[in-house]
């Protein structure tokens, strides 16, 4: 989003303002110009024969998201067996999806045998039964290489309290369970965690995690995770992914000649190829004075957009309704009914009720991350493409909120106080005894 002839607009000159009007805020709005960028970059960054990137879908797995990713020509990396299915809705062939699910019952890994698809297996107990149940099925193994990498606590996974993984040390155990059951071992993969800072320490995942791989005979890749930092604000430290490729692939060439064949390098990109892709749009609802700070209360929450609250993740926030003028200090709040902070102290051009704010970086784990808690809808989703907008998630109503219950009857012999009569018409505006709110303002 930039600003161009005093307005902001995104990809292809579309104004947001102007998308907000048409599908209603808060909106969530995704370019796919920026998801090509990205995963062109991260493919240019390896000189390397045989290079897959698998986009982690957990990011945002929004089905005409993960068509477009097909289009590229990306594989999927995938954690549940439900995205291993919206995967092949997508139209993904089997072979190029890798399922990496962690304690998983043996009946869903059972599942993702029978749609054909790469699996990837952290646990020793897994891997006996699986090798009891399946013997002849490939699989790959995830290894913890003992790494504390990543920017959250919550978001390192490879260090040696994860839950993430089989322990480089108990090696010997895999080699064992492998060969009592003839299996056949064809990827070795770790994933150190997200927002990684510092190459070397990747590169030192990595060495572990070759050192494993080379007394495992039958392999057709090496899974290297991801986690590759995305900046978030101005100056902000990111991956640098062309010096990671350039150390990666030549370690990897050195590897493969003493493999003695070229095996398939992969990674799998979630926040890379998607963060700086999104922007969620909020309406302001109310600015509240008081004895020592304003707030911005605006129609979303902790339920839309969890990360602030969650990893204390930072997004920028802008204030598109106005490009110009004096700047005030707000802290900008959802109207949860819980302390939802979405940002402190920010600077930006004043306020008033009614504005648009627009979030950066929120195509990752954003609305993938979202719920209908205190019984709100989830927003709509819409993607950018080639200049043209695209409705690729309705709003919620009040019938979603209610499809899977079940209201029983047992308690209607107890006759509760009658309500006013209300509905929402098309609008989604409340009705009240026949009459509207805005009706009844101007009575």
């Known amino acids: 989003m930039q600003i161009i002839n005093n307005r902001y607009v995104l990809d292809g000159g579309l104004d947001p303002l102007e998308l907000g009007q048409k599908y209603g805020f808060p909106?969530?709005?995704?370019?796919?110009?920026?998801?090509k960028r990205q995963y062109e970059r991260l493919l240019n960054a390896f000189d390397l024969k045989k290079l897959k990137i698998n986009y982690a879908c957990k990011a945002l797995n929004n089905i005409s998201v993960l068509k477009f990713f097909k289009s590229l020509g990306s594989g999927l990396d995938t954690v549940s067996i439900q995205e291993v299915?919206?995967?092949?809705?997508?139209?993904?062939?089997?072979?190029?999806?890798?399922?990496?699910?962690?304690?998983?019952?043996?009946?869903?890994l059972s599942q993702a045998v029978d749609m054909g698809v790469k699996i990837n297996i952290d646990n020793l107990s897994i891997l006996e039964q699986f090798g009891n149940l399946f013997p002849d099925y490939p699989v790959c193994i995830r290894i913890n290489p003992h790494i504390m990498a990543g920017g959250n606590s919550k978001i390192s996974v490879g260090h040696i309290d994860s839950k993430f993984g089989i322990s480089f040390h108990q090696t010997p155990h895999i080699h064992?369970?492998?060969?009592?059951?003839?299996?056949?071992?064809?990827?070795?993969?770790?994933?150190?965690?997200?927002?990684?800072?510092?190459?070397?320490?990747?590169?030192?995942?990595?060495?572990?995690?070759?050192?494993?791989?080379?007394?495992?005979?039958?392999?057709?890749?090496?899974?290297?995770?991801?986690?590759?930092?995305?900046?978030?604000?101005?100056?902000?430290?990111?991956?640098?992914?062309?010096?990671?490729?350039?150390?990666?692939?030549?370690?990897?060439?050195?590897?493969?000649y003493d493999y003695g064949r070229n095996l398939t390098l992969m990674f799998e990109p979630g926040k890379f190829l998607v963060s700086d892709a999104g922007f969620f749009l909020v309406k302001v609802n109310v600015v509240k004075q008081t004895t020592s700070t304003v707030f911005a209360g605006v129609d979303s929450g902790l339920n839309h957009l969890i990360r602030p609250m969650l990893y204390d993740s930072y997004h920028k926030i802008e204030n598109i309704s106005k490009t110009e003028g004096r700047h005030r200090i707000y802290n900008i709040v959802g109207y949860i009914c819980e302390t939802d902070t979405f940002g402190v102290n920010r600077k930006m051009t004043e306020i008033n009720e009614g504005?648009?704010?627009?979030?950066?970086?929120a195509g990752a784990y954003c609305f993938t991350m979202s719920s209908n808690y205190n019984s709100r809808y989830r927003p709509a989703e819409v993607l950018i493409h080639e200049g043209k907008d695209y409705l690729i998630r309705e709003r919620e109503t009040m019938e979603d909120i209610l499809k899977n219950q079940i209201n029983i009857d047992i308690f209607s012999e107890h006759k509760a106080l009658q309500a006013p009569a209300m509905d929402l018409n098309p609008e989604n505006e409340v009705i009240y005894n026949n009459i509207t709110i805005e009706q009844k303002q101007q009575n």
């Open 85 to 108: 299915r919206v995967g092949l809705m997508a139209g993904f062939r089997p072979e190029d999806i890798i399922y990496t699910p962690n304690c998983v019952s043996i009946e869903e």
């Open 27 to 35: 909106l969530y709005i995704y370019e796919t110009a920026t998801m």
């Open 176 to 256: 064992r369970i492998v060969k009592t059951h003839n299996m056949v071992v064809e990827g070795i993969h770790m994933h150190t965690g997200s927002d990684i800072m510092d190459i070397d320490v990747f590169l030192q995942g990595a060495e572990i995690l070759l050192s494993v791989a080379k007394d495992f005979k039958d392999l057709q890749y090496v899974d290297f995770g991801s986690g590759f930092k995305v900046p978030y604000k101005e100056e902000d430290i990111e991956t640098d992914i062309e010096e990671l490729g350039e150390k990666i692939g030549k370690r990897f060439k050195q590897f493969c």
């Open 355 to 361: 504005d648009i704010l627009a979030f950066h970086n």
